[in-house]
Structure formats: C-alpha cells, structure tokens
C-alpha cells in the first residue's frame, strides 16, 4: 500500500481536556501496589524509576508522559530501546507527550504537529473504583508506521468503564523508527525496526510496572488498528515478543503481508533515502557512516530525511532483520512458529473509501474514465480488473460509481480477504479465534465529512470511535454500538471470550470457517449478527482465491 493511502491511516480530532499529574516511570514492582488493596487504581503509583500521579477523570485515572525507554537521540538514535533514567520528584503531567517525528505525509491534513525525536512515552489509562487485578488491554496506534500518536486515543473511557486498564505507547516511525542504513548494522549484523523494538521495551515496561497501576501482568492483551494490527501481527510473528501477552487483537491490520522487504532491499532503499537527504542538505559526510547519521541536525533529520522519506512513496512495513523477524510473518505463520494467543481479527465492510476520500480532497472525485489506471496506479492491479468490478453494480448515479467500485476492490484485496486468510490460517493451527466485520455505513467519517462526494460508509479507521471517546457520536444507536463493542472487546480481552462477562445482547461464533464472522452494525440496518456470505460478499472464493496466508 502506497504511502499516500496508507500513511493517512489513524488520527482523528483530540479532545483533550485534562487536569493535573505527577508521574514516574519505571521498570518494576511496587509498595503502592494497588493489587493489595483492590479498591481501583491508586492516586500515586510507585514503579521501580519512581511515582506517578494521576490524573482523575470521571471514574478513570490517567497517568500521562510515563518514559519506558531513554530518549532516541544522539549517539541512541536507530539503536535498540535503551532504560530510562529514574527520577527523583514525581512527573506531573495532564495530557501525553509531543508524538514520534512523523515523517510520512508530509501535506498531510491528519499528521500530528510538534513531532520529536524524544518521544519514547506511554500513558495508562485505568479505573478509579473496582476490584482489581485488572486485565491490561495495551493499544499500538495506527498512521502507516508514519504518522500518528498517543494523544489522539486519551479517552479510551469506553473501555476503561467496563474494568480494564489501557495503555497507550509511542513508537518511532518512519525514517527513524524503519530506516536501515547499512552504517546501522548491530554487531549481529541485524539492522532496522527500532519501532518495533520500541513497542516490544513498552510491553517490557508492562510486565515490570502494571501492577502498580493495579494492572494483572499475567493478562495482557495487545490490540491495534492499521499499522497497529500490522504491529500485533509482527508481535504475533516475533520470537522477542513470546511471552510479553496473552491474547491479541488485530483491527484492519492484514494489508502488507507481502510488502515486506528482505534487509538487503531495505538497506538498498534506506540508502537511497539517506543520499537523497544529505544531498537536499547540501551535507557531505567524508564517509557515511553511523557516526554520521547520528550526528545529523535534528532540523535535517526533521526536514530533508523526512522528506525524501515521503518522496520515495515508501509506505514501510517491519522487516526481515533476523532478530525481530528471523522470517516475514506469513513464512512465520506458515511454519507455525508463531506466538499461538487467543485472537480476535477483523476488517471494515468499506475500507478502502477512506483512501479514495483522501485522494478525492486532492484531485477531485474519481471519474469513470480514471477508474481502469486508479486501480492499477493505486492498489497495483490490471486495469482489466474494471470488468470484476463493473461500475453498474454501483448503484445508478454514474458520478459516484467510480468511488464506489474503486472502494469495494481495495477493500477486498487489502482488507478483507487478507483477514479472512488470516483467520482461516489460525484456525489451522487450533487456536482460538473470533472474527468480525465493522458494517456501520452511517459511521461519522474522520475527513471530508459533507464534502466527500460519496458514502464513505464502514470506511478504514472508522470504528475507532466506538472504542475510543474521539467524538460526540451523536445518535442513540451509534452509543449502542460502542456499548456492545467496548463489551465484547473487554470480554475478550478479562476471559479470551467475548462473551463471558458482561452480558451480550448477540453471541459471537467462534470463527469456525468463513460463515461465521460477527457483523457489527446499528440495529436500523440489521444490528449485530452473524454474516454467511463475508466470503462471496468480499469475492475472495472468486476473483482473490490467489491470495494467500
């Protein structure tokens, strides 16, 4: 996926209005250990670095800007996580950190401004009252491994509300998180995904402190959407990774299984990258080298590198390195050598509108004369695919078939059918998973809202707000929906079932083939019910029988 679809994925409008914090992080156990006690998350939380203050928010506790790792810069830069420094007086802060340097998208109307290098932070979320242990539900945010962060995702109350606690991390992205400079080889010879090393420290920092949020160590479920399901599936794949969760959540996340590159392509291109920057710069390094790259400006960095980063159109995906990823995930899943979790997996009905949105704010709406090259410049394939996709079967106004065709064949090859291979491939290797599909066309769409020329519908990223306060959802049936989901997604996530717990108006099948998905919809079109035709609506036994997983 090109990174101007992609790189559009996750961030919605923050709303943030927070109070008071003084924080600590850590790395370890606690004598303000809330688990003792049961009476919900302490006020002052004591890791082994230090104590967090909370933040009191309508039943639940925040604690903000905790680091889980030393800041990446210097001579830390594209190196592995290293500790973070303990402090003596508590942290006070009331809303999360300045996000990861966000160095994709560069015009891009949803990237997160004041992006840093020194962003190694993540946030707990937890409930005030209530009997703990509570289970941990860890959230990796999506934006195409190049852009997004944690504030947009501040208000998971949603979920917090039913007794669990979320934690939100930060990640390097892009050019600083993916880059692998042959100079920035380990001495293993691995090279690249320091993002994900990042995300692999946090969950490390989990284990070591959650408890003293009140949090159950032995019940961690990581859950994210878009590059964060790509991340859970890396997870899933990571020998590094065993052991840090317990169950897994992938939201959207099936898109790049086989766009990852091998280290000799992605030294190639992250060479390419580099020359290109230092070139725009005007720097010349009598040898580029990792003293080099290290001692780079961070206005060149935060400039020309994240510019020719975006230049190369390169939408990154984790890499085979031979540490964090001795092989790519599918081979990985193919072996059966992956982390077996408990696993809930699942894709939009409309994916793909986000991304012919986004590209309709720039080059107006889609038009059925561009339709056969979008599909070929877009999503990489024939033109003579227009004939699977036939735009009369897009309704009857002609100026919005295009959008529409365009929408359902992008879906079907990167969303759904991929998910779909995915949860047929788990269920191979009898592991417990439950699949569904968020269907809510009448959804509040997170760009071009009155000015898209088409129903974005169930579009990407657009069931993030039934998990997450990101806005008002206006409408009683919309609040149902993120009542039943924040239901099944916690139930998963305390018993590896999303029904046990609290109660559910629908049962969700364990997937067991590819009749039984949950569809997740408002109850005026249909509500929540099981779909026995996810398969043939989504052309994967027909026109996508050759992807695989």
């Known amino acids: 996926m090109n990174s101007r679809s992609l790189t559009k994925a996750i961030r919605f409008p923050t709303i943030l209005a927070l109070a008071g914090l003084s924080v600590l992080a850590a790395y ?42 030393a800041p990446p810069v210097g001579n830390l830069r594209w190196m592995p996580p290293a500790p973070p420094q303990s402090w003596a007086a508590p942290l006070a802060k009331t809303q999360s950190n300045a996000p990861c340097l966000q160095t994709g998208g560069a015009t891009d109307p949803l990237r997160l401004p004041n992006g840093t290098e020194d962003c190694l932070y993540l946030d707990v979320h937890a409930p005030a009252t209530g009997e703990g242990p509570f289970p941990v539900m860890v959230w990796i945010h999506g934006g195409a491994f190049s852009i997004g962060g944690t504030i947009t995702y501040a208000d998971p109350s949603p979920l917090v509300s039913k007794g669990v606690i979320v934690v939100n991390i930060a990640y390097r992205m892009g050019a600083m998180g993916f880059l692998g400079h042959p100079s920035l080889r380990a001495a293993d010879g691995t090279v690249g995904n320091y993002g994900i090393m990042d995300q692999q420290a946090a969950l490390r ?30 997870h899933l794949a990571s020998p590094l990774s065993k052991g840090l969760f317990a169950k897994a959540i992938v939201q959207s996340g099936g898109y790049g299984f086989d766009r990852q590159l091998t280290q000799a392509q992605l030294e190639a291109q992250s060479t390419s990258i580099v020359n290109s920057a230092l070139a725009a710069a005007g720097v010349s390094c009598p040898t580029v ?41 599918k081979a990985t899943f193919v072996a059966g050598e992956n982390n077996k979790v408990p696993l809930v997996n699942g894709s939009n009905q409309d994916e793909w509108s986000y991304f012919v949105a986004s590209r ?97 519908g169930a579009g990407h990223t657009y069931e993030l707000q039934y998990l997450f306060n990101l806005r008002d959802l206006e409408t009683a049936e919309h609040r149902d929906l993120q009542a039943s989901m924040a239901r099944y997604w916690t139930n998963f996530a305390r018993t590896s079932n ?11 099948p364990a997937f067991t083939g590819p009749t039984k998905v949950l569809g997740l919809d408002v109850a005026s079109a249909g509500g929540i019910r099981e779909l026995a035709t996810f398969e043939t609506d989504h052309k994967c036994n027909t026109a996508w029988t050759s992807l695989t997983f």
């Open 28 to 69: 370890g156990g606690s004598d303000n250990d809330s688990s003792s006690n049961n009476q919900g998350a302490p006020a002052v939380a004591t890791t082994v670095a230090g104590q967090v203050q909370a933040v009191d928010r309508l039943g639940m506790r925040s604690y903000f800007g905790i680091p889980f790792a």
């Open 498 to 508: 999303p029904n046990n717990g609290d109660p559910v108006a629908t049962s969700w």
């Open 289 to 329: 080298d990792a003293a080099c790259l290290r001692g780079l400006s961070a206005e060149l960095v935060n400039n020309q590198l994240a510019t020719a980063f975006t230049t190369a159109n390169w939408s990154p995906v984790p890499s085979v390195d031979g540490k964090v990823l001795p092989k790519s995930i």
């Open 360 to 456: 309709e704010l720039v080059a107006g709406p889609l038009t059925a004369a561009q339709y056969p090259s979008y599909l070929q410049t877009s999503l990489g394939l024939p033109p003579s695919l227009a004939t699977v996709y036939p735009l009369t079967d897009y309704g009857t106004n002609t100026a919005q078939q295009p959008s529409l065709a365009a929408t359902a064949a992008g879906t079907d090859v990167r969303f759904s059918c991929p998910a779909l291979n995915l949860s047929k491939r788990v269920l191979s290797q009898a592991t417990p998973i439950f699949m569904y599909e968020f269907r809510d066309r009448t959804a509040i769409p997170s760009i071009g809202r009155n000015t898209i020329s088409f129903n974005q």
């Open 205 to 234: 920092w989990v284990q070591d402190n959650i408890a003293a949020f009140g949090g159950d160590k032995s019940n961690v479920t990581i859950f994210g959407e878009s590059a964060g399901g790509f991340s859970v599936m890396t």
